[in-house]
């Protein structure tokens, strides 16, 4: 799924990657934890291949996508358009068109953001830009989902929509890596949590295991302890 070697990526004299490994071998849920700067936003980036690699390598599936912490939607362009743009232009018939505009409608739908299908984004919240953001990438049925902070600036009971859609995601066999300051959301949400700190990966710890507190996670992300 996922086979990343001696990832190296700097920036300058800085590395913001240093020699990193990890691997995500079935469809799982995998929350990126780090404080800002531990480099969790430049290896989605690299693994996406919107930044290159000094060192190593990364395998991934062809079909990835990924949702940007700052949206990135088009401005000239509605919610209802940035949502659509993609899977439409490669629609090959009348069939895959009607389950695209199916797909859109469900999607912002279950994100509370239909009655803004026709908003520009200028006019959005940043909680509307972000589901928008949210829809764009799911309506392409990534293999792997790479979700930049997805939960910033939304409330709480958006959160736990949040939550349920990356849920069913995962269910339909997509593997998810999720970068994010709130603990409790990826706890919540994820099988693995790997925790990032300057370029380096310092903890590797399944929420399954019967020993696994949230608590202790959050010691860890405080003090490194």
Sequence with gaps: MVDIVNATKCFGEACILQSLNLKISDPEIVGLAGTSGSGKSTLLRCIQGIELLNEGTIQRPVNTGFMFQDFQLFPHMTVWENVT????????????????LKSAQELLQSLGILSQKNVYPHRLSGGQKQR??????????????????????????????????LKQVHE??????????????????????????????????????????????????????
């Design 172 to 225: 339909k066999g997509v593997a998810l890596l999720i970068a994010s300051h709130d603990l409790h959301f990826l706890c919540t949400l994820s099988h693995r949590i790997v925790m990032m700190r300057h370029g380096s990966i310092v903890l590797d710890v399944s929420t399954q295991e019967s020993g696994f507190h949230e608590s202790s996670l959050y010691q860890f992300y405080k003090t490194g302890d």
């Design 85 to 100: 743009y993609a899977p439409l232009r490669q629609a090959n018939n009348q069939s895959e068109i009607k389950e695209c």
């Design 132 to 165: 928008a953001a949210l829809a764009r990438a799911l309506i392409m049925h990534p293999k792997l989902l790479l979700c930049d902070e997805p939960t910033s600036g939304l409330d709480r009971s958006t959160t736990k929509s949040v939550i349920q859609i």
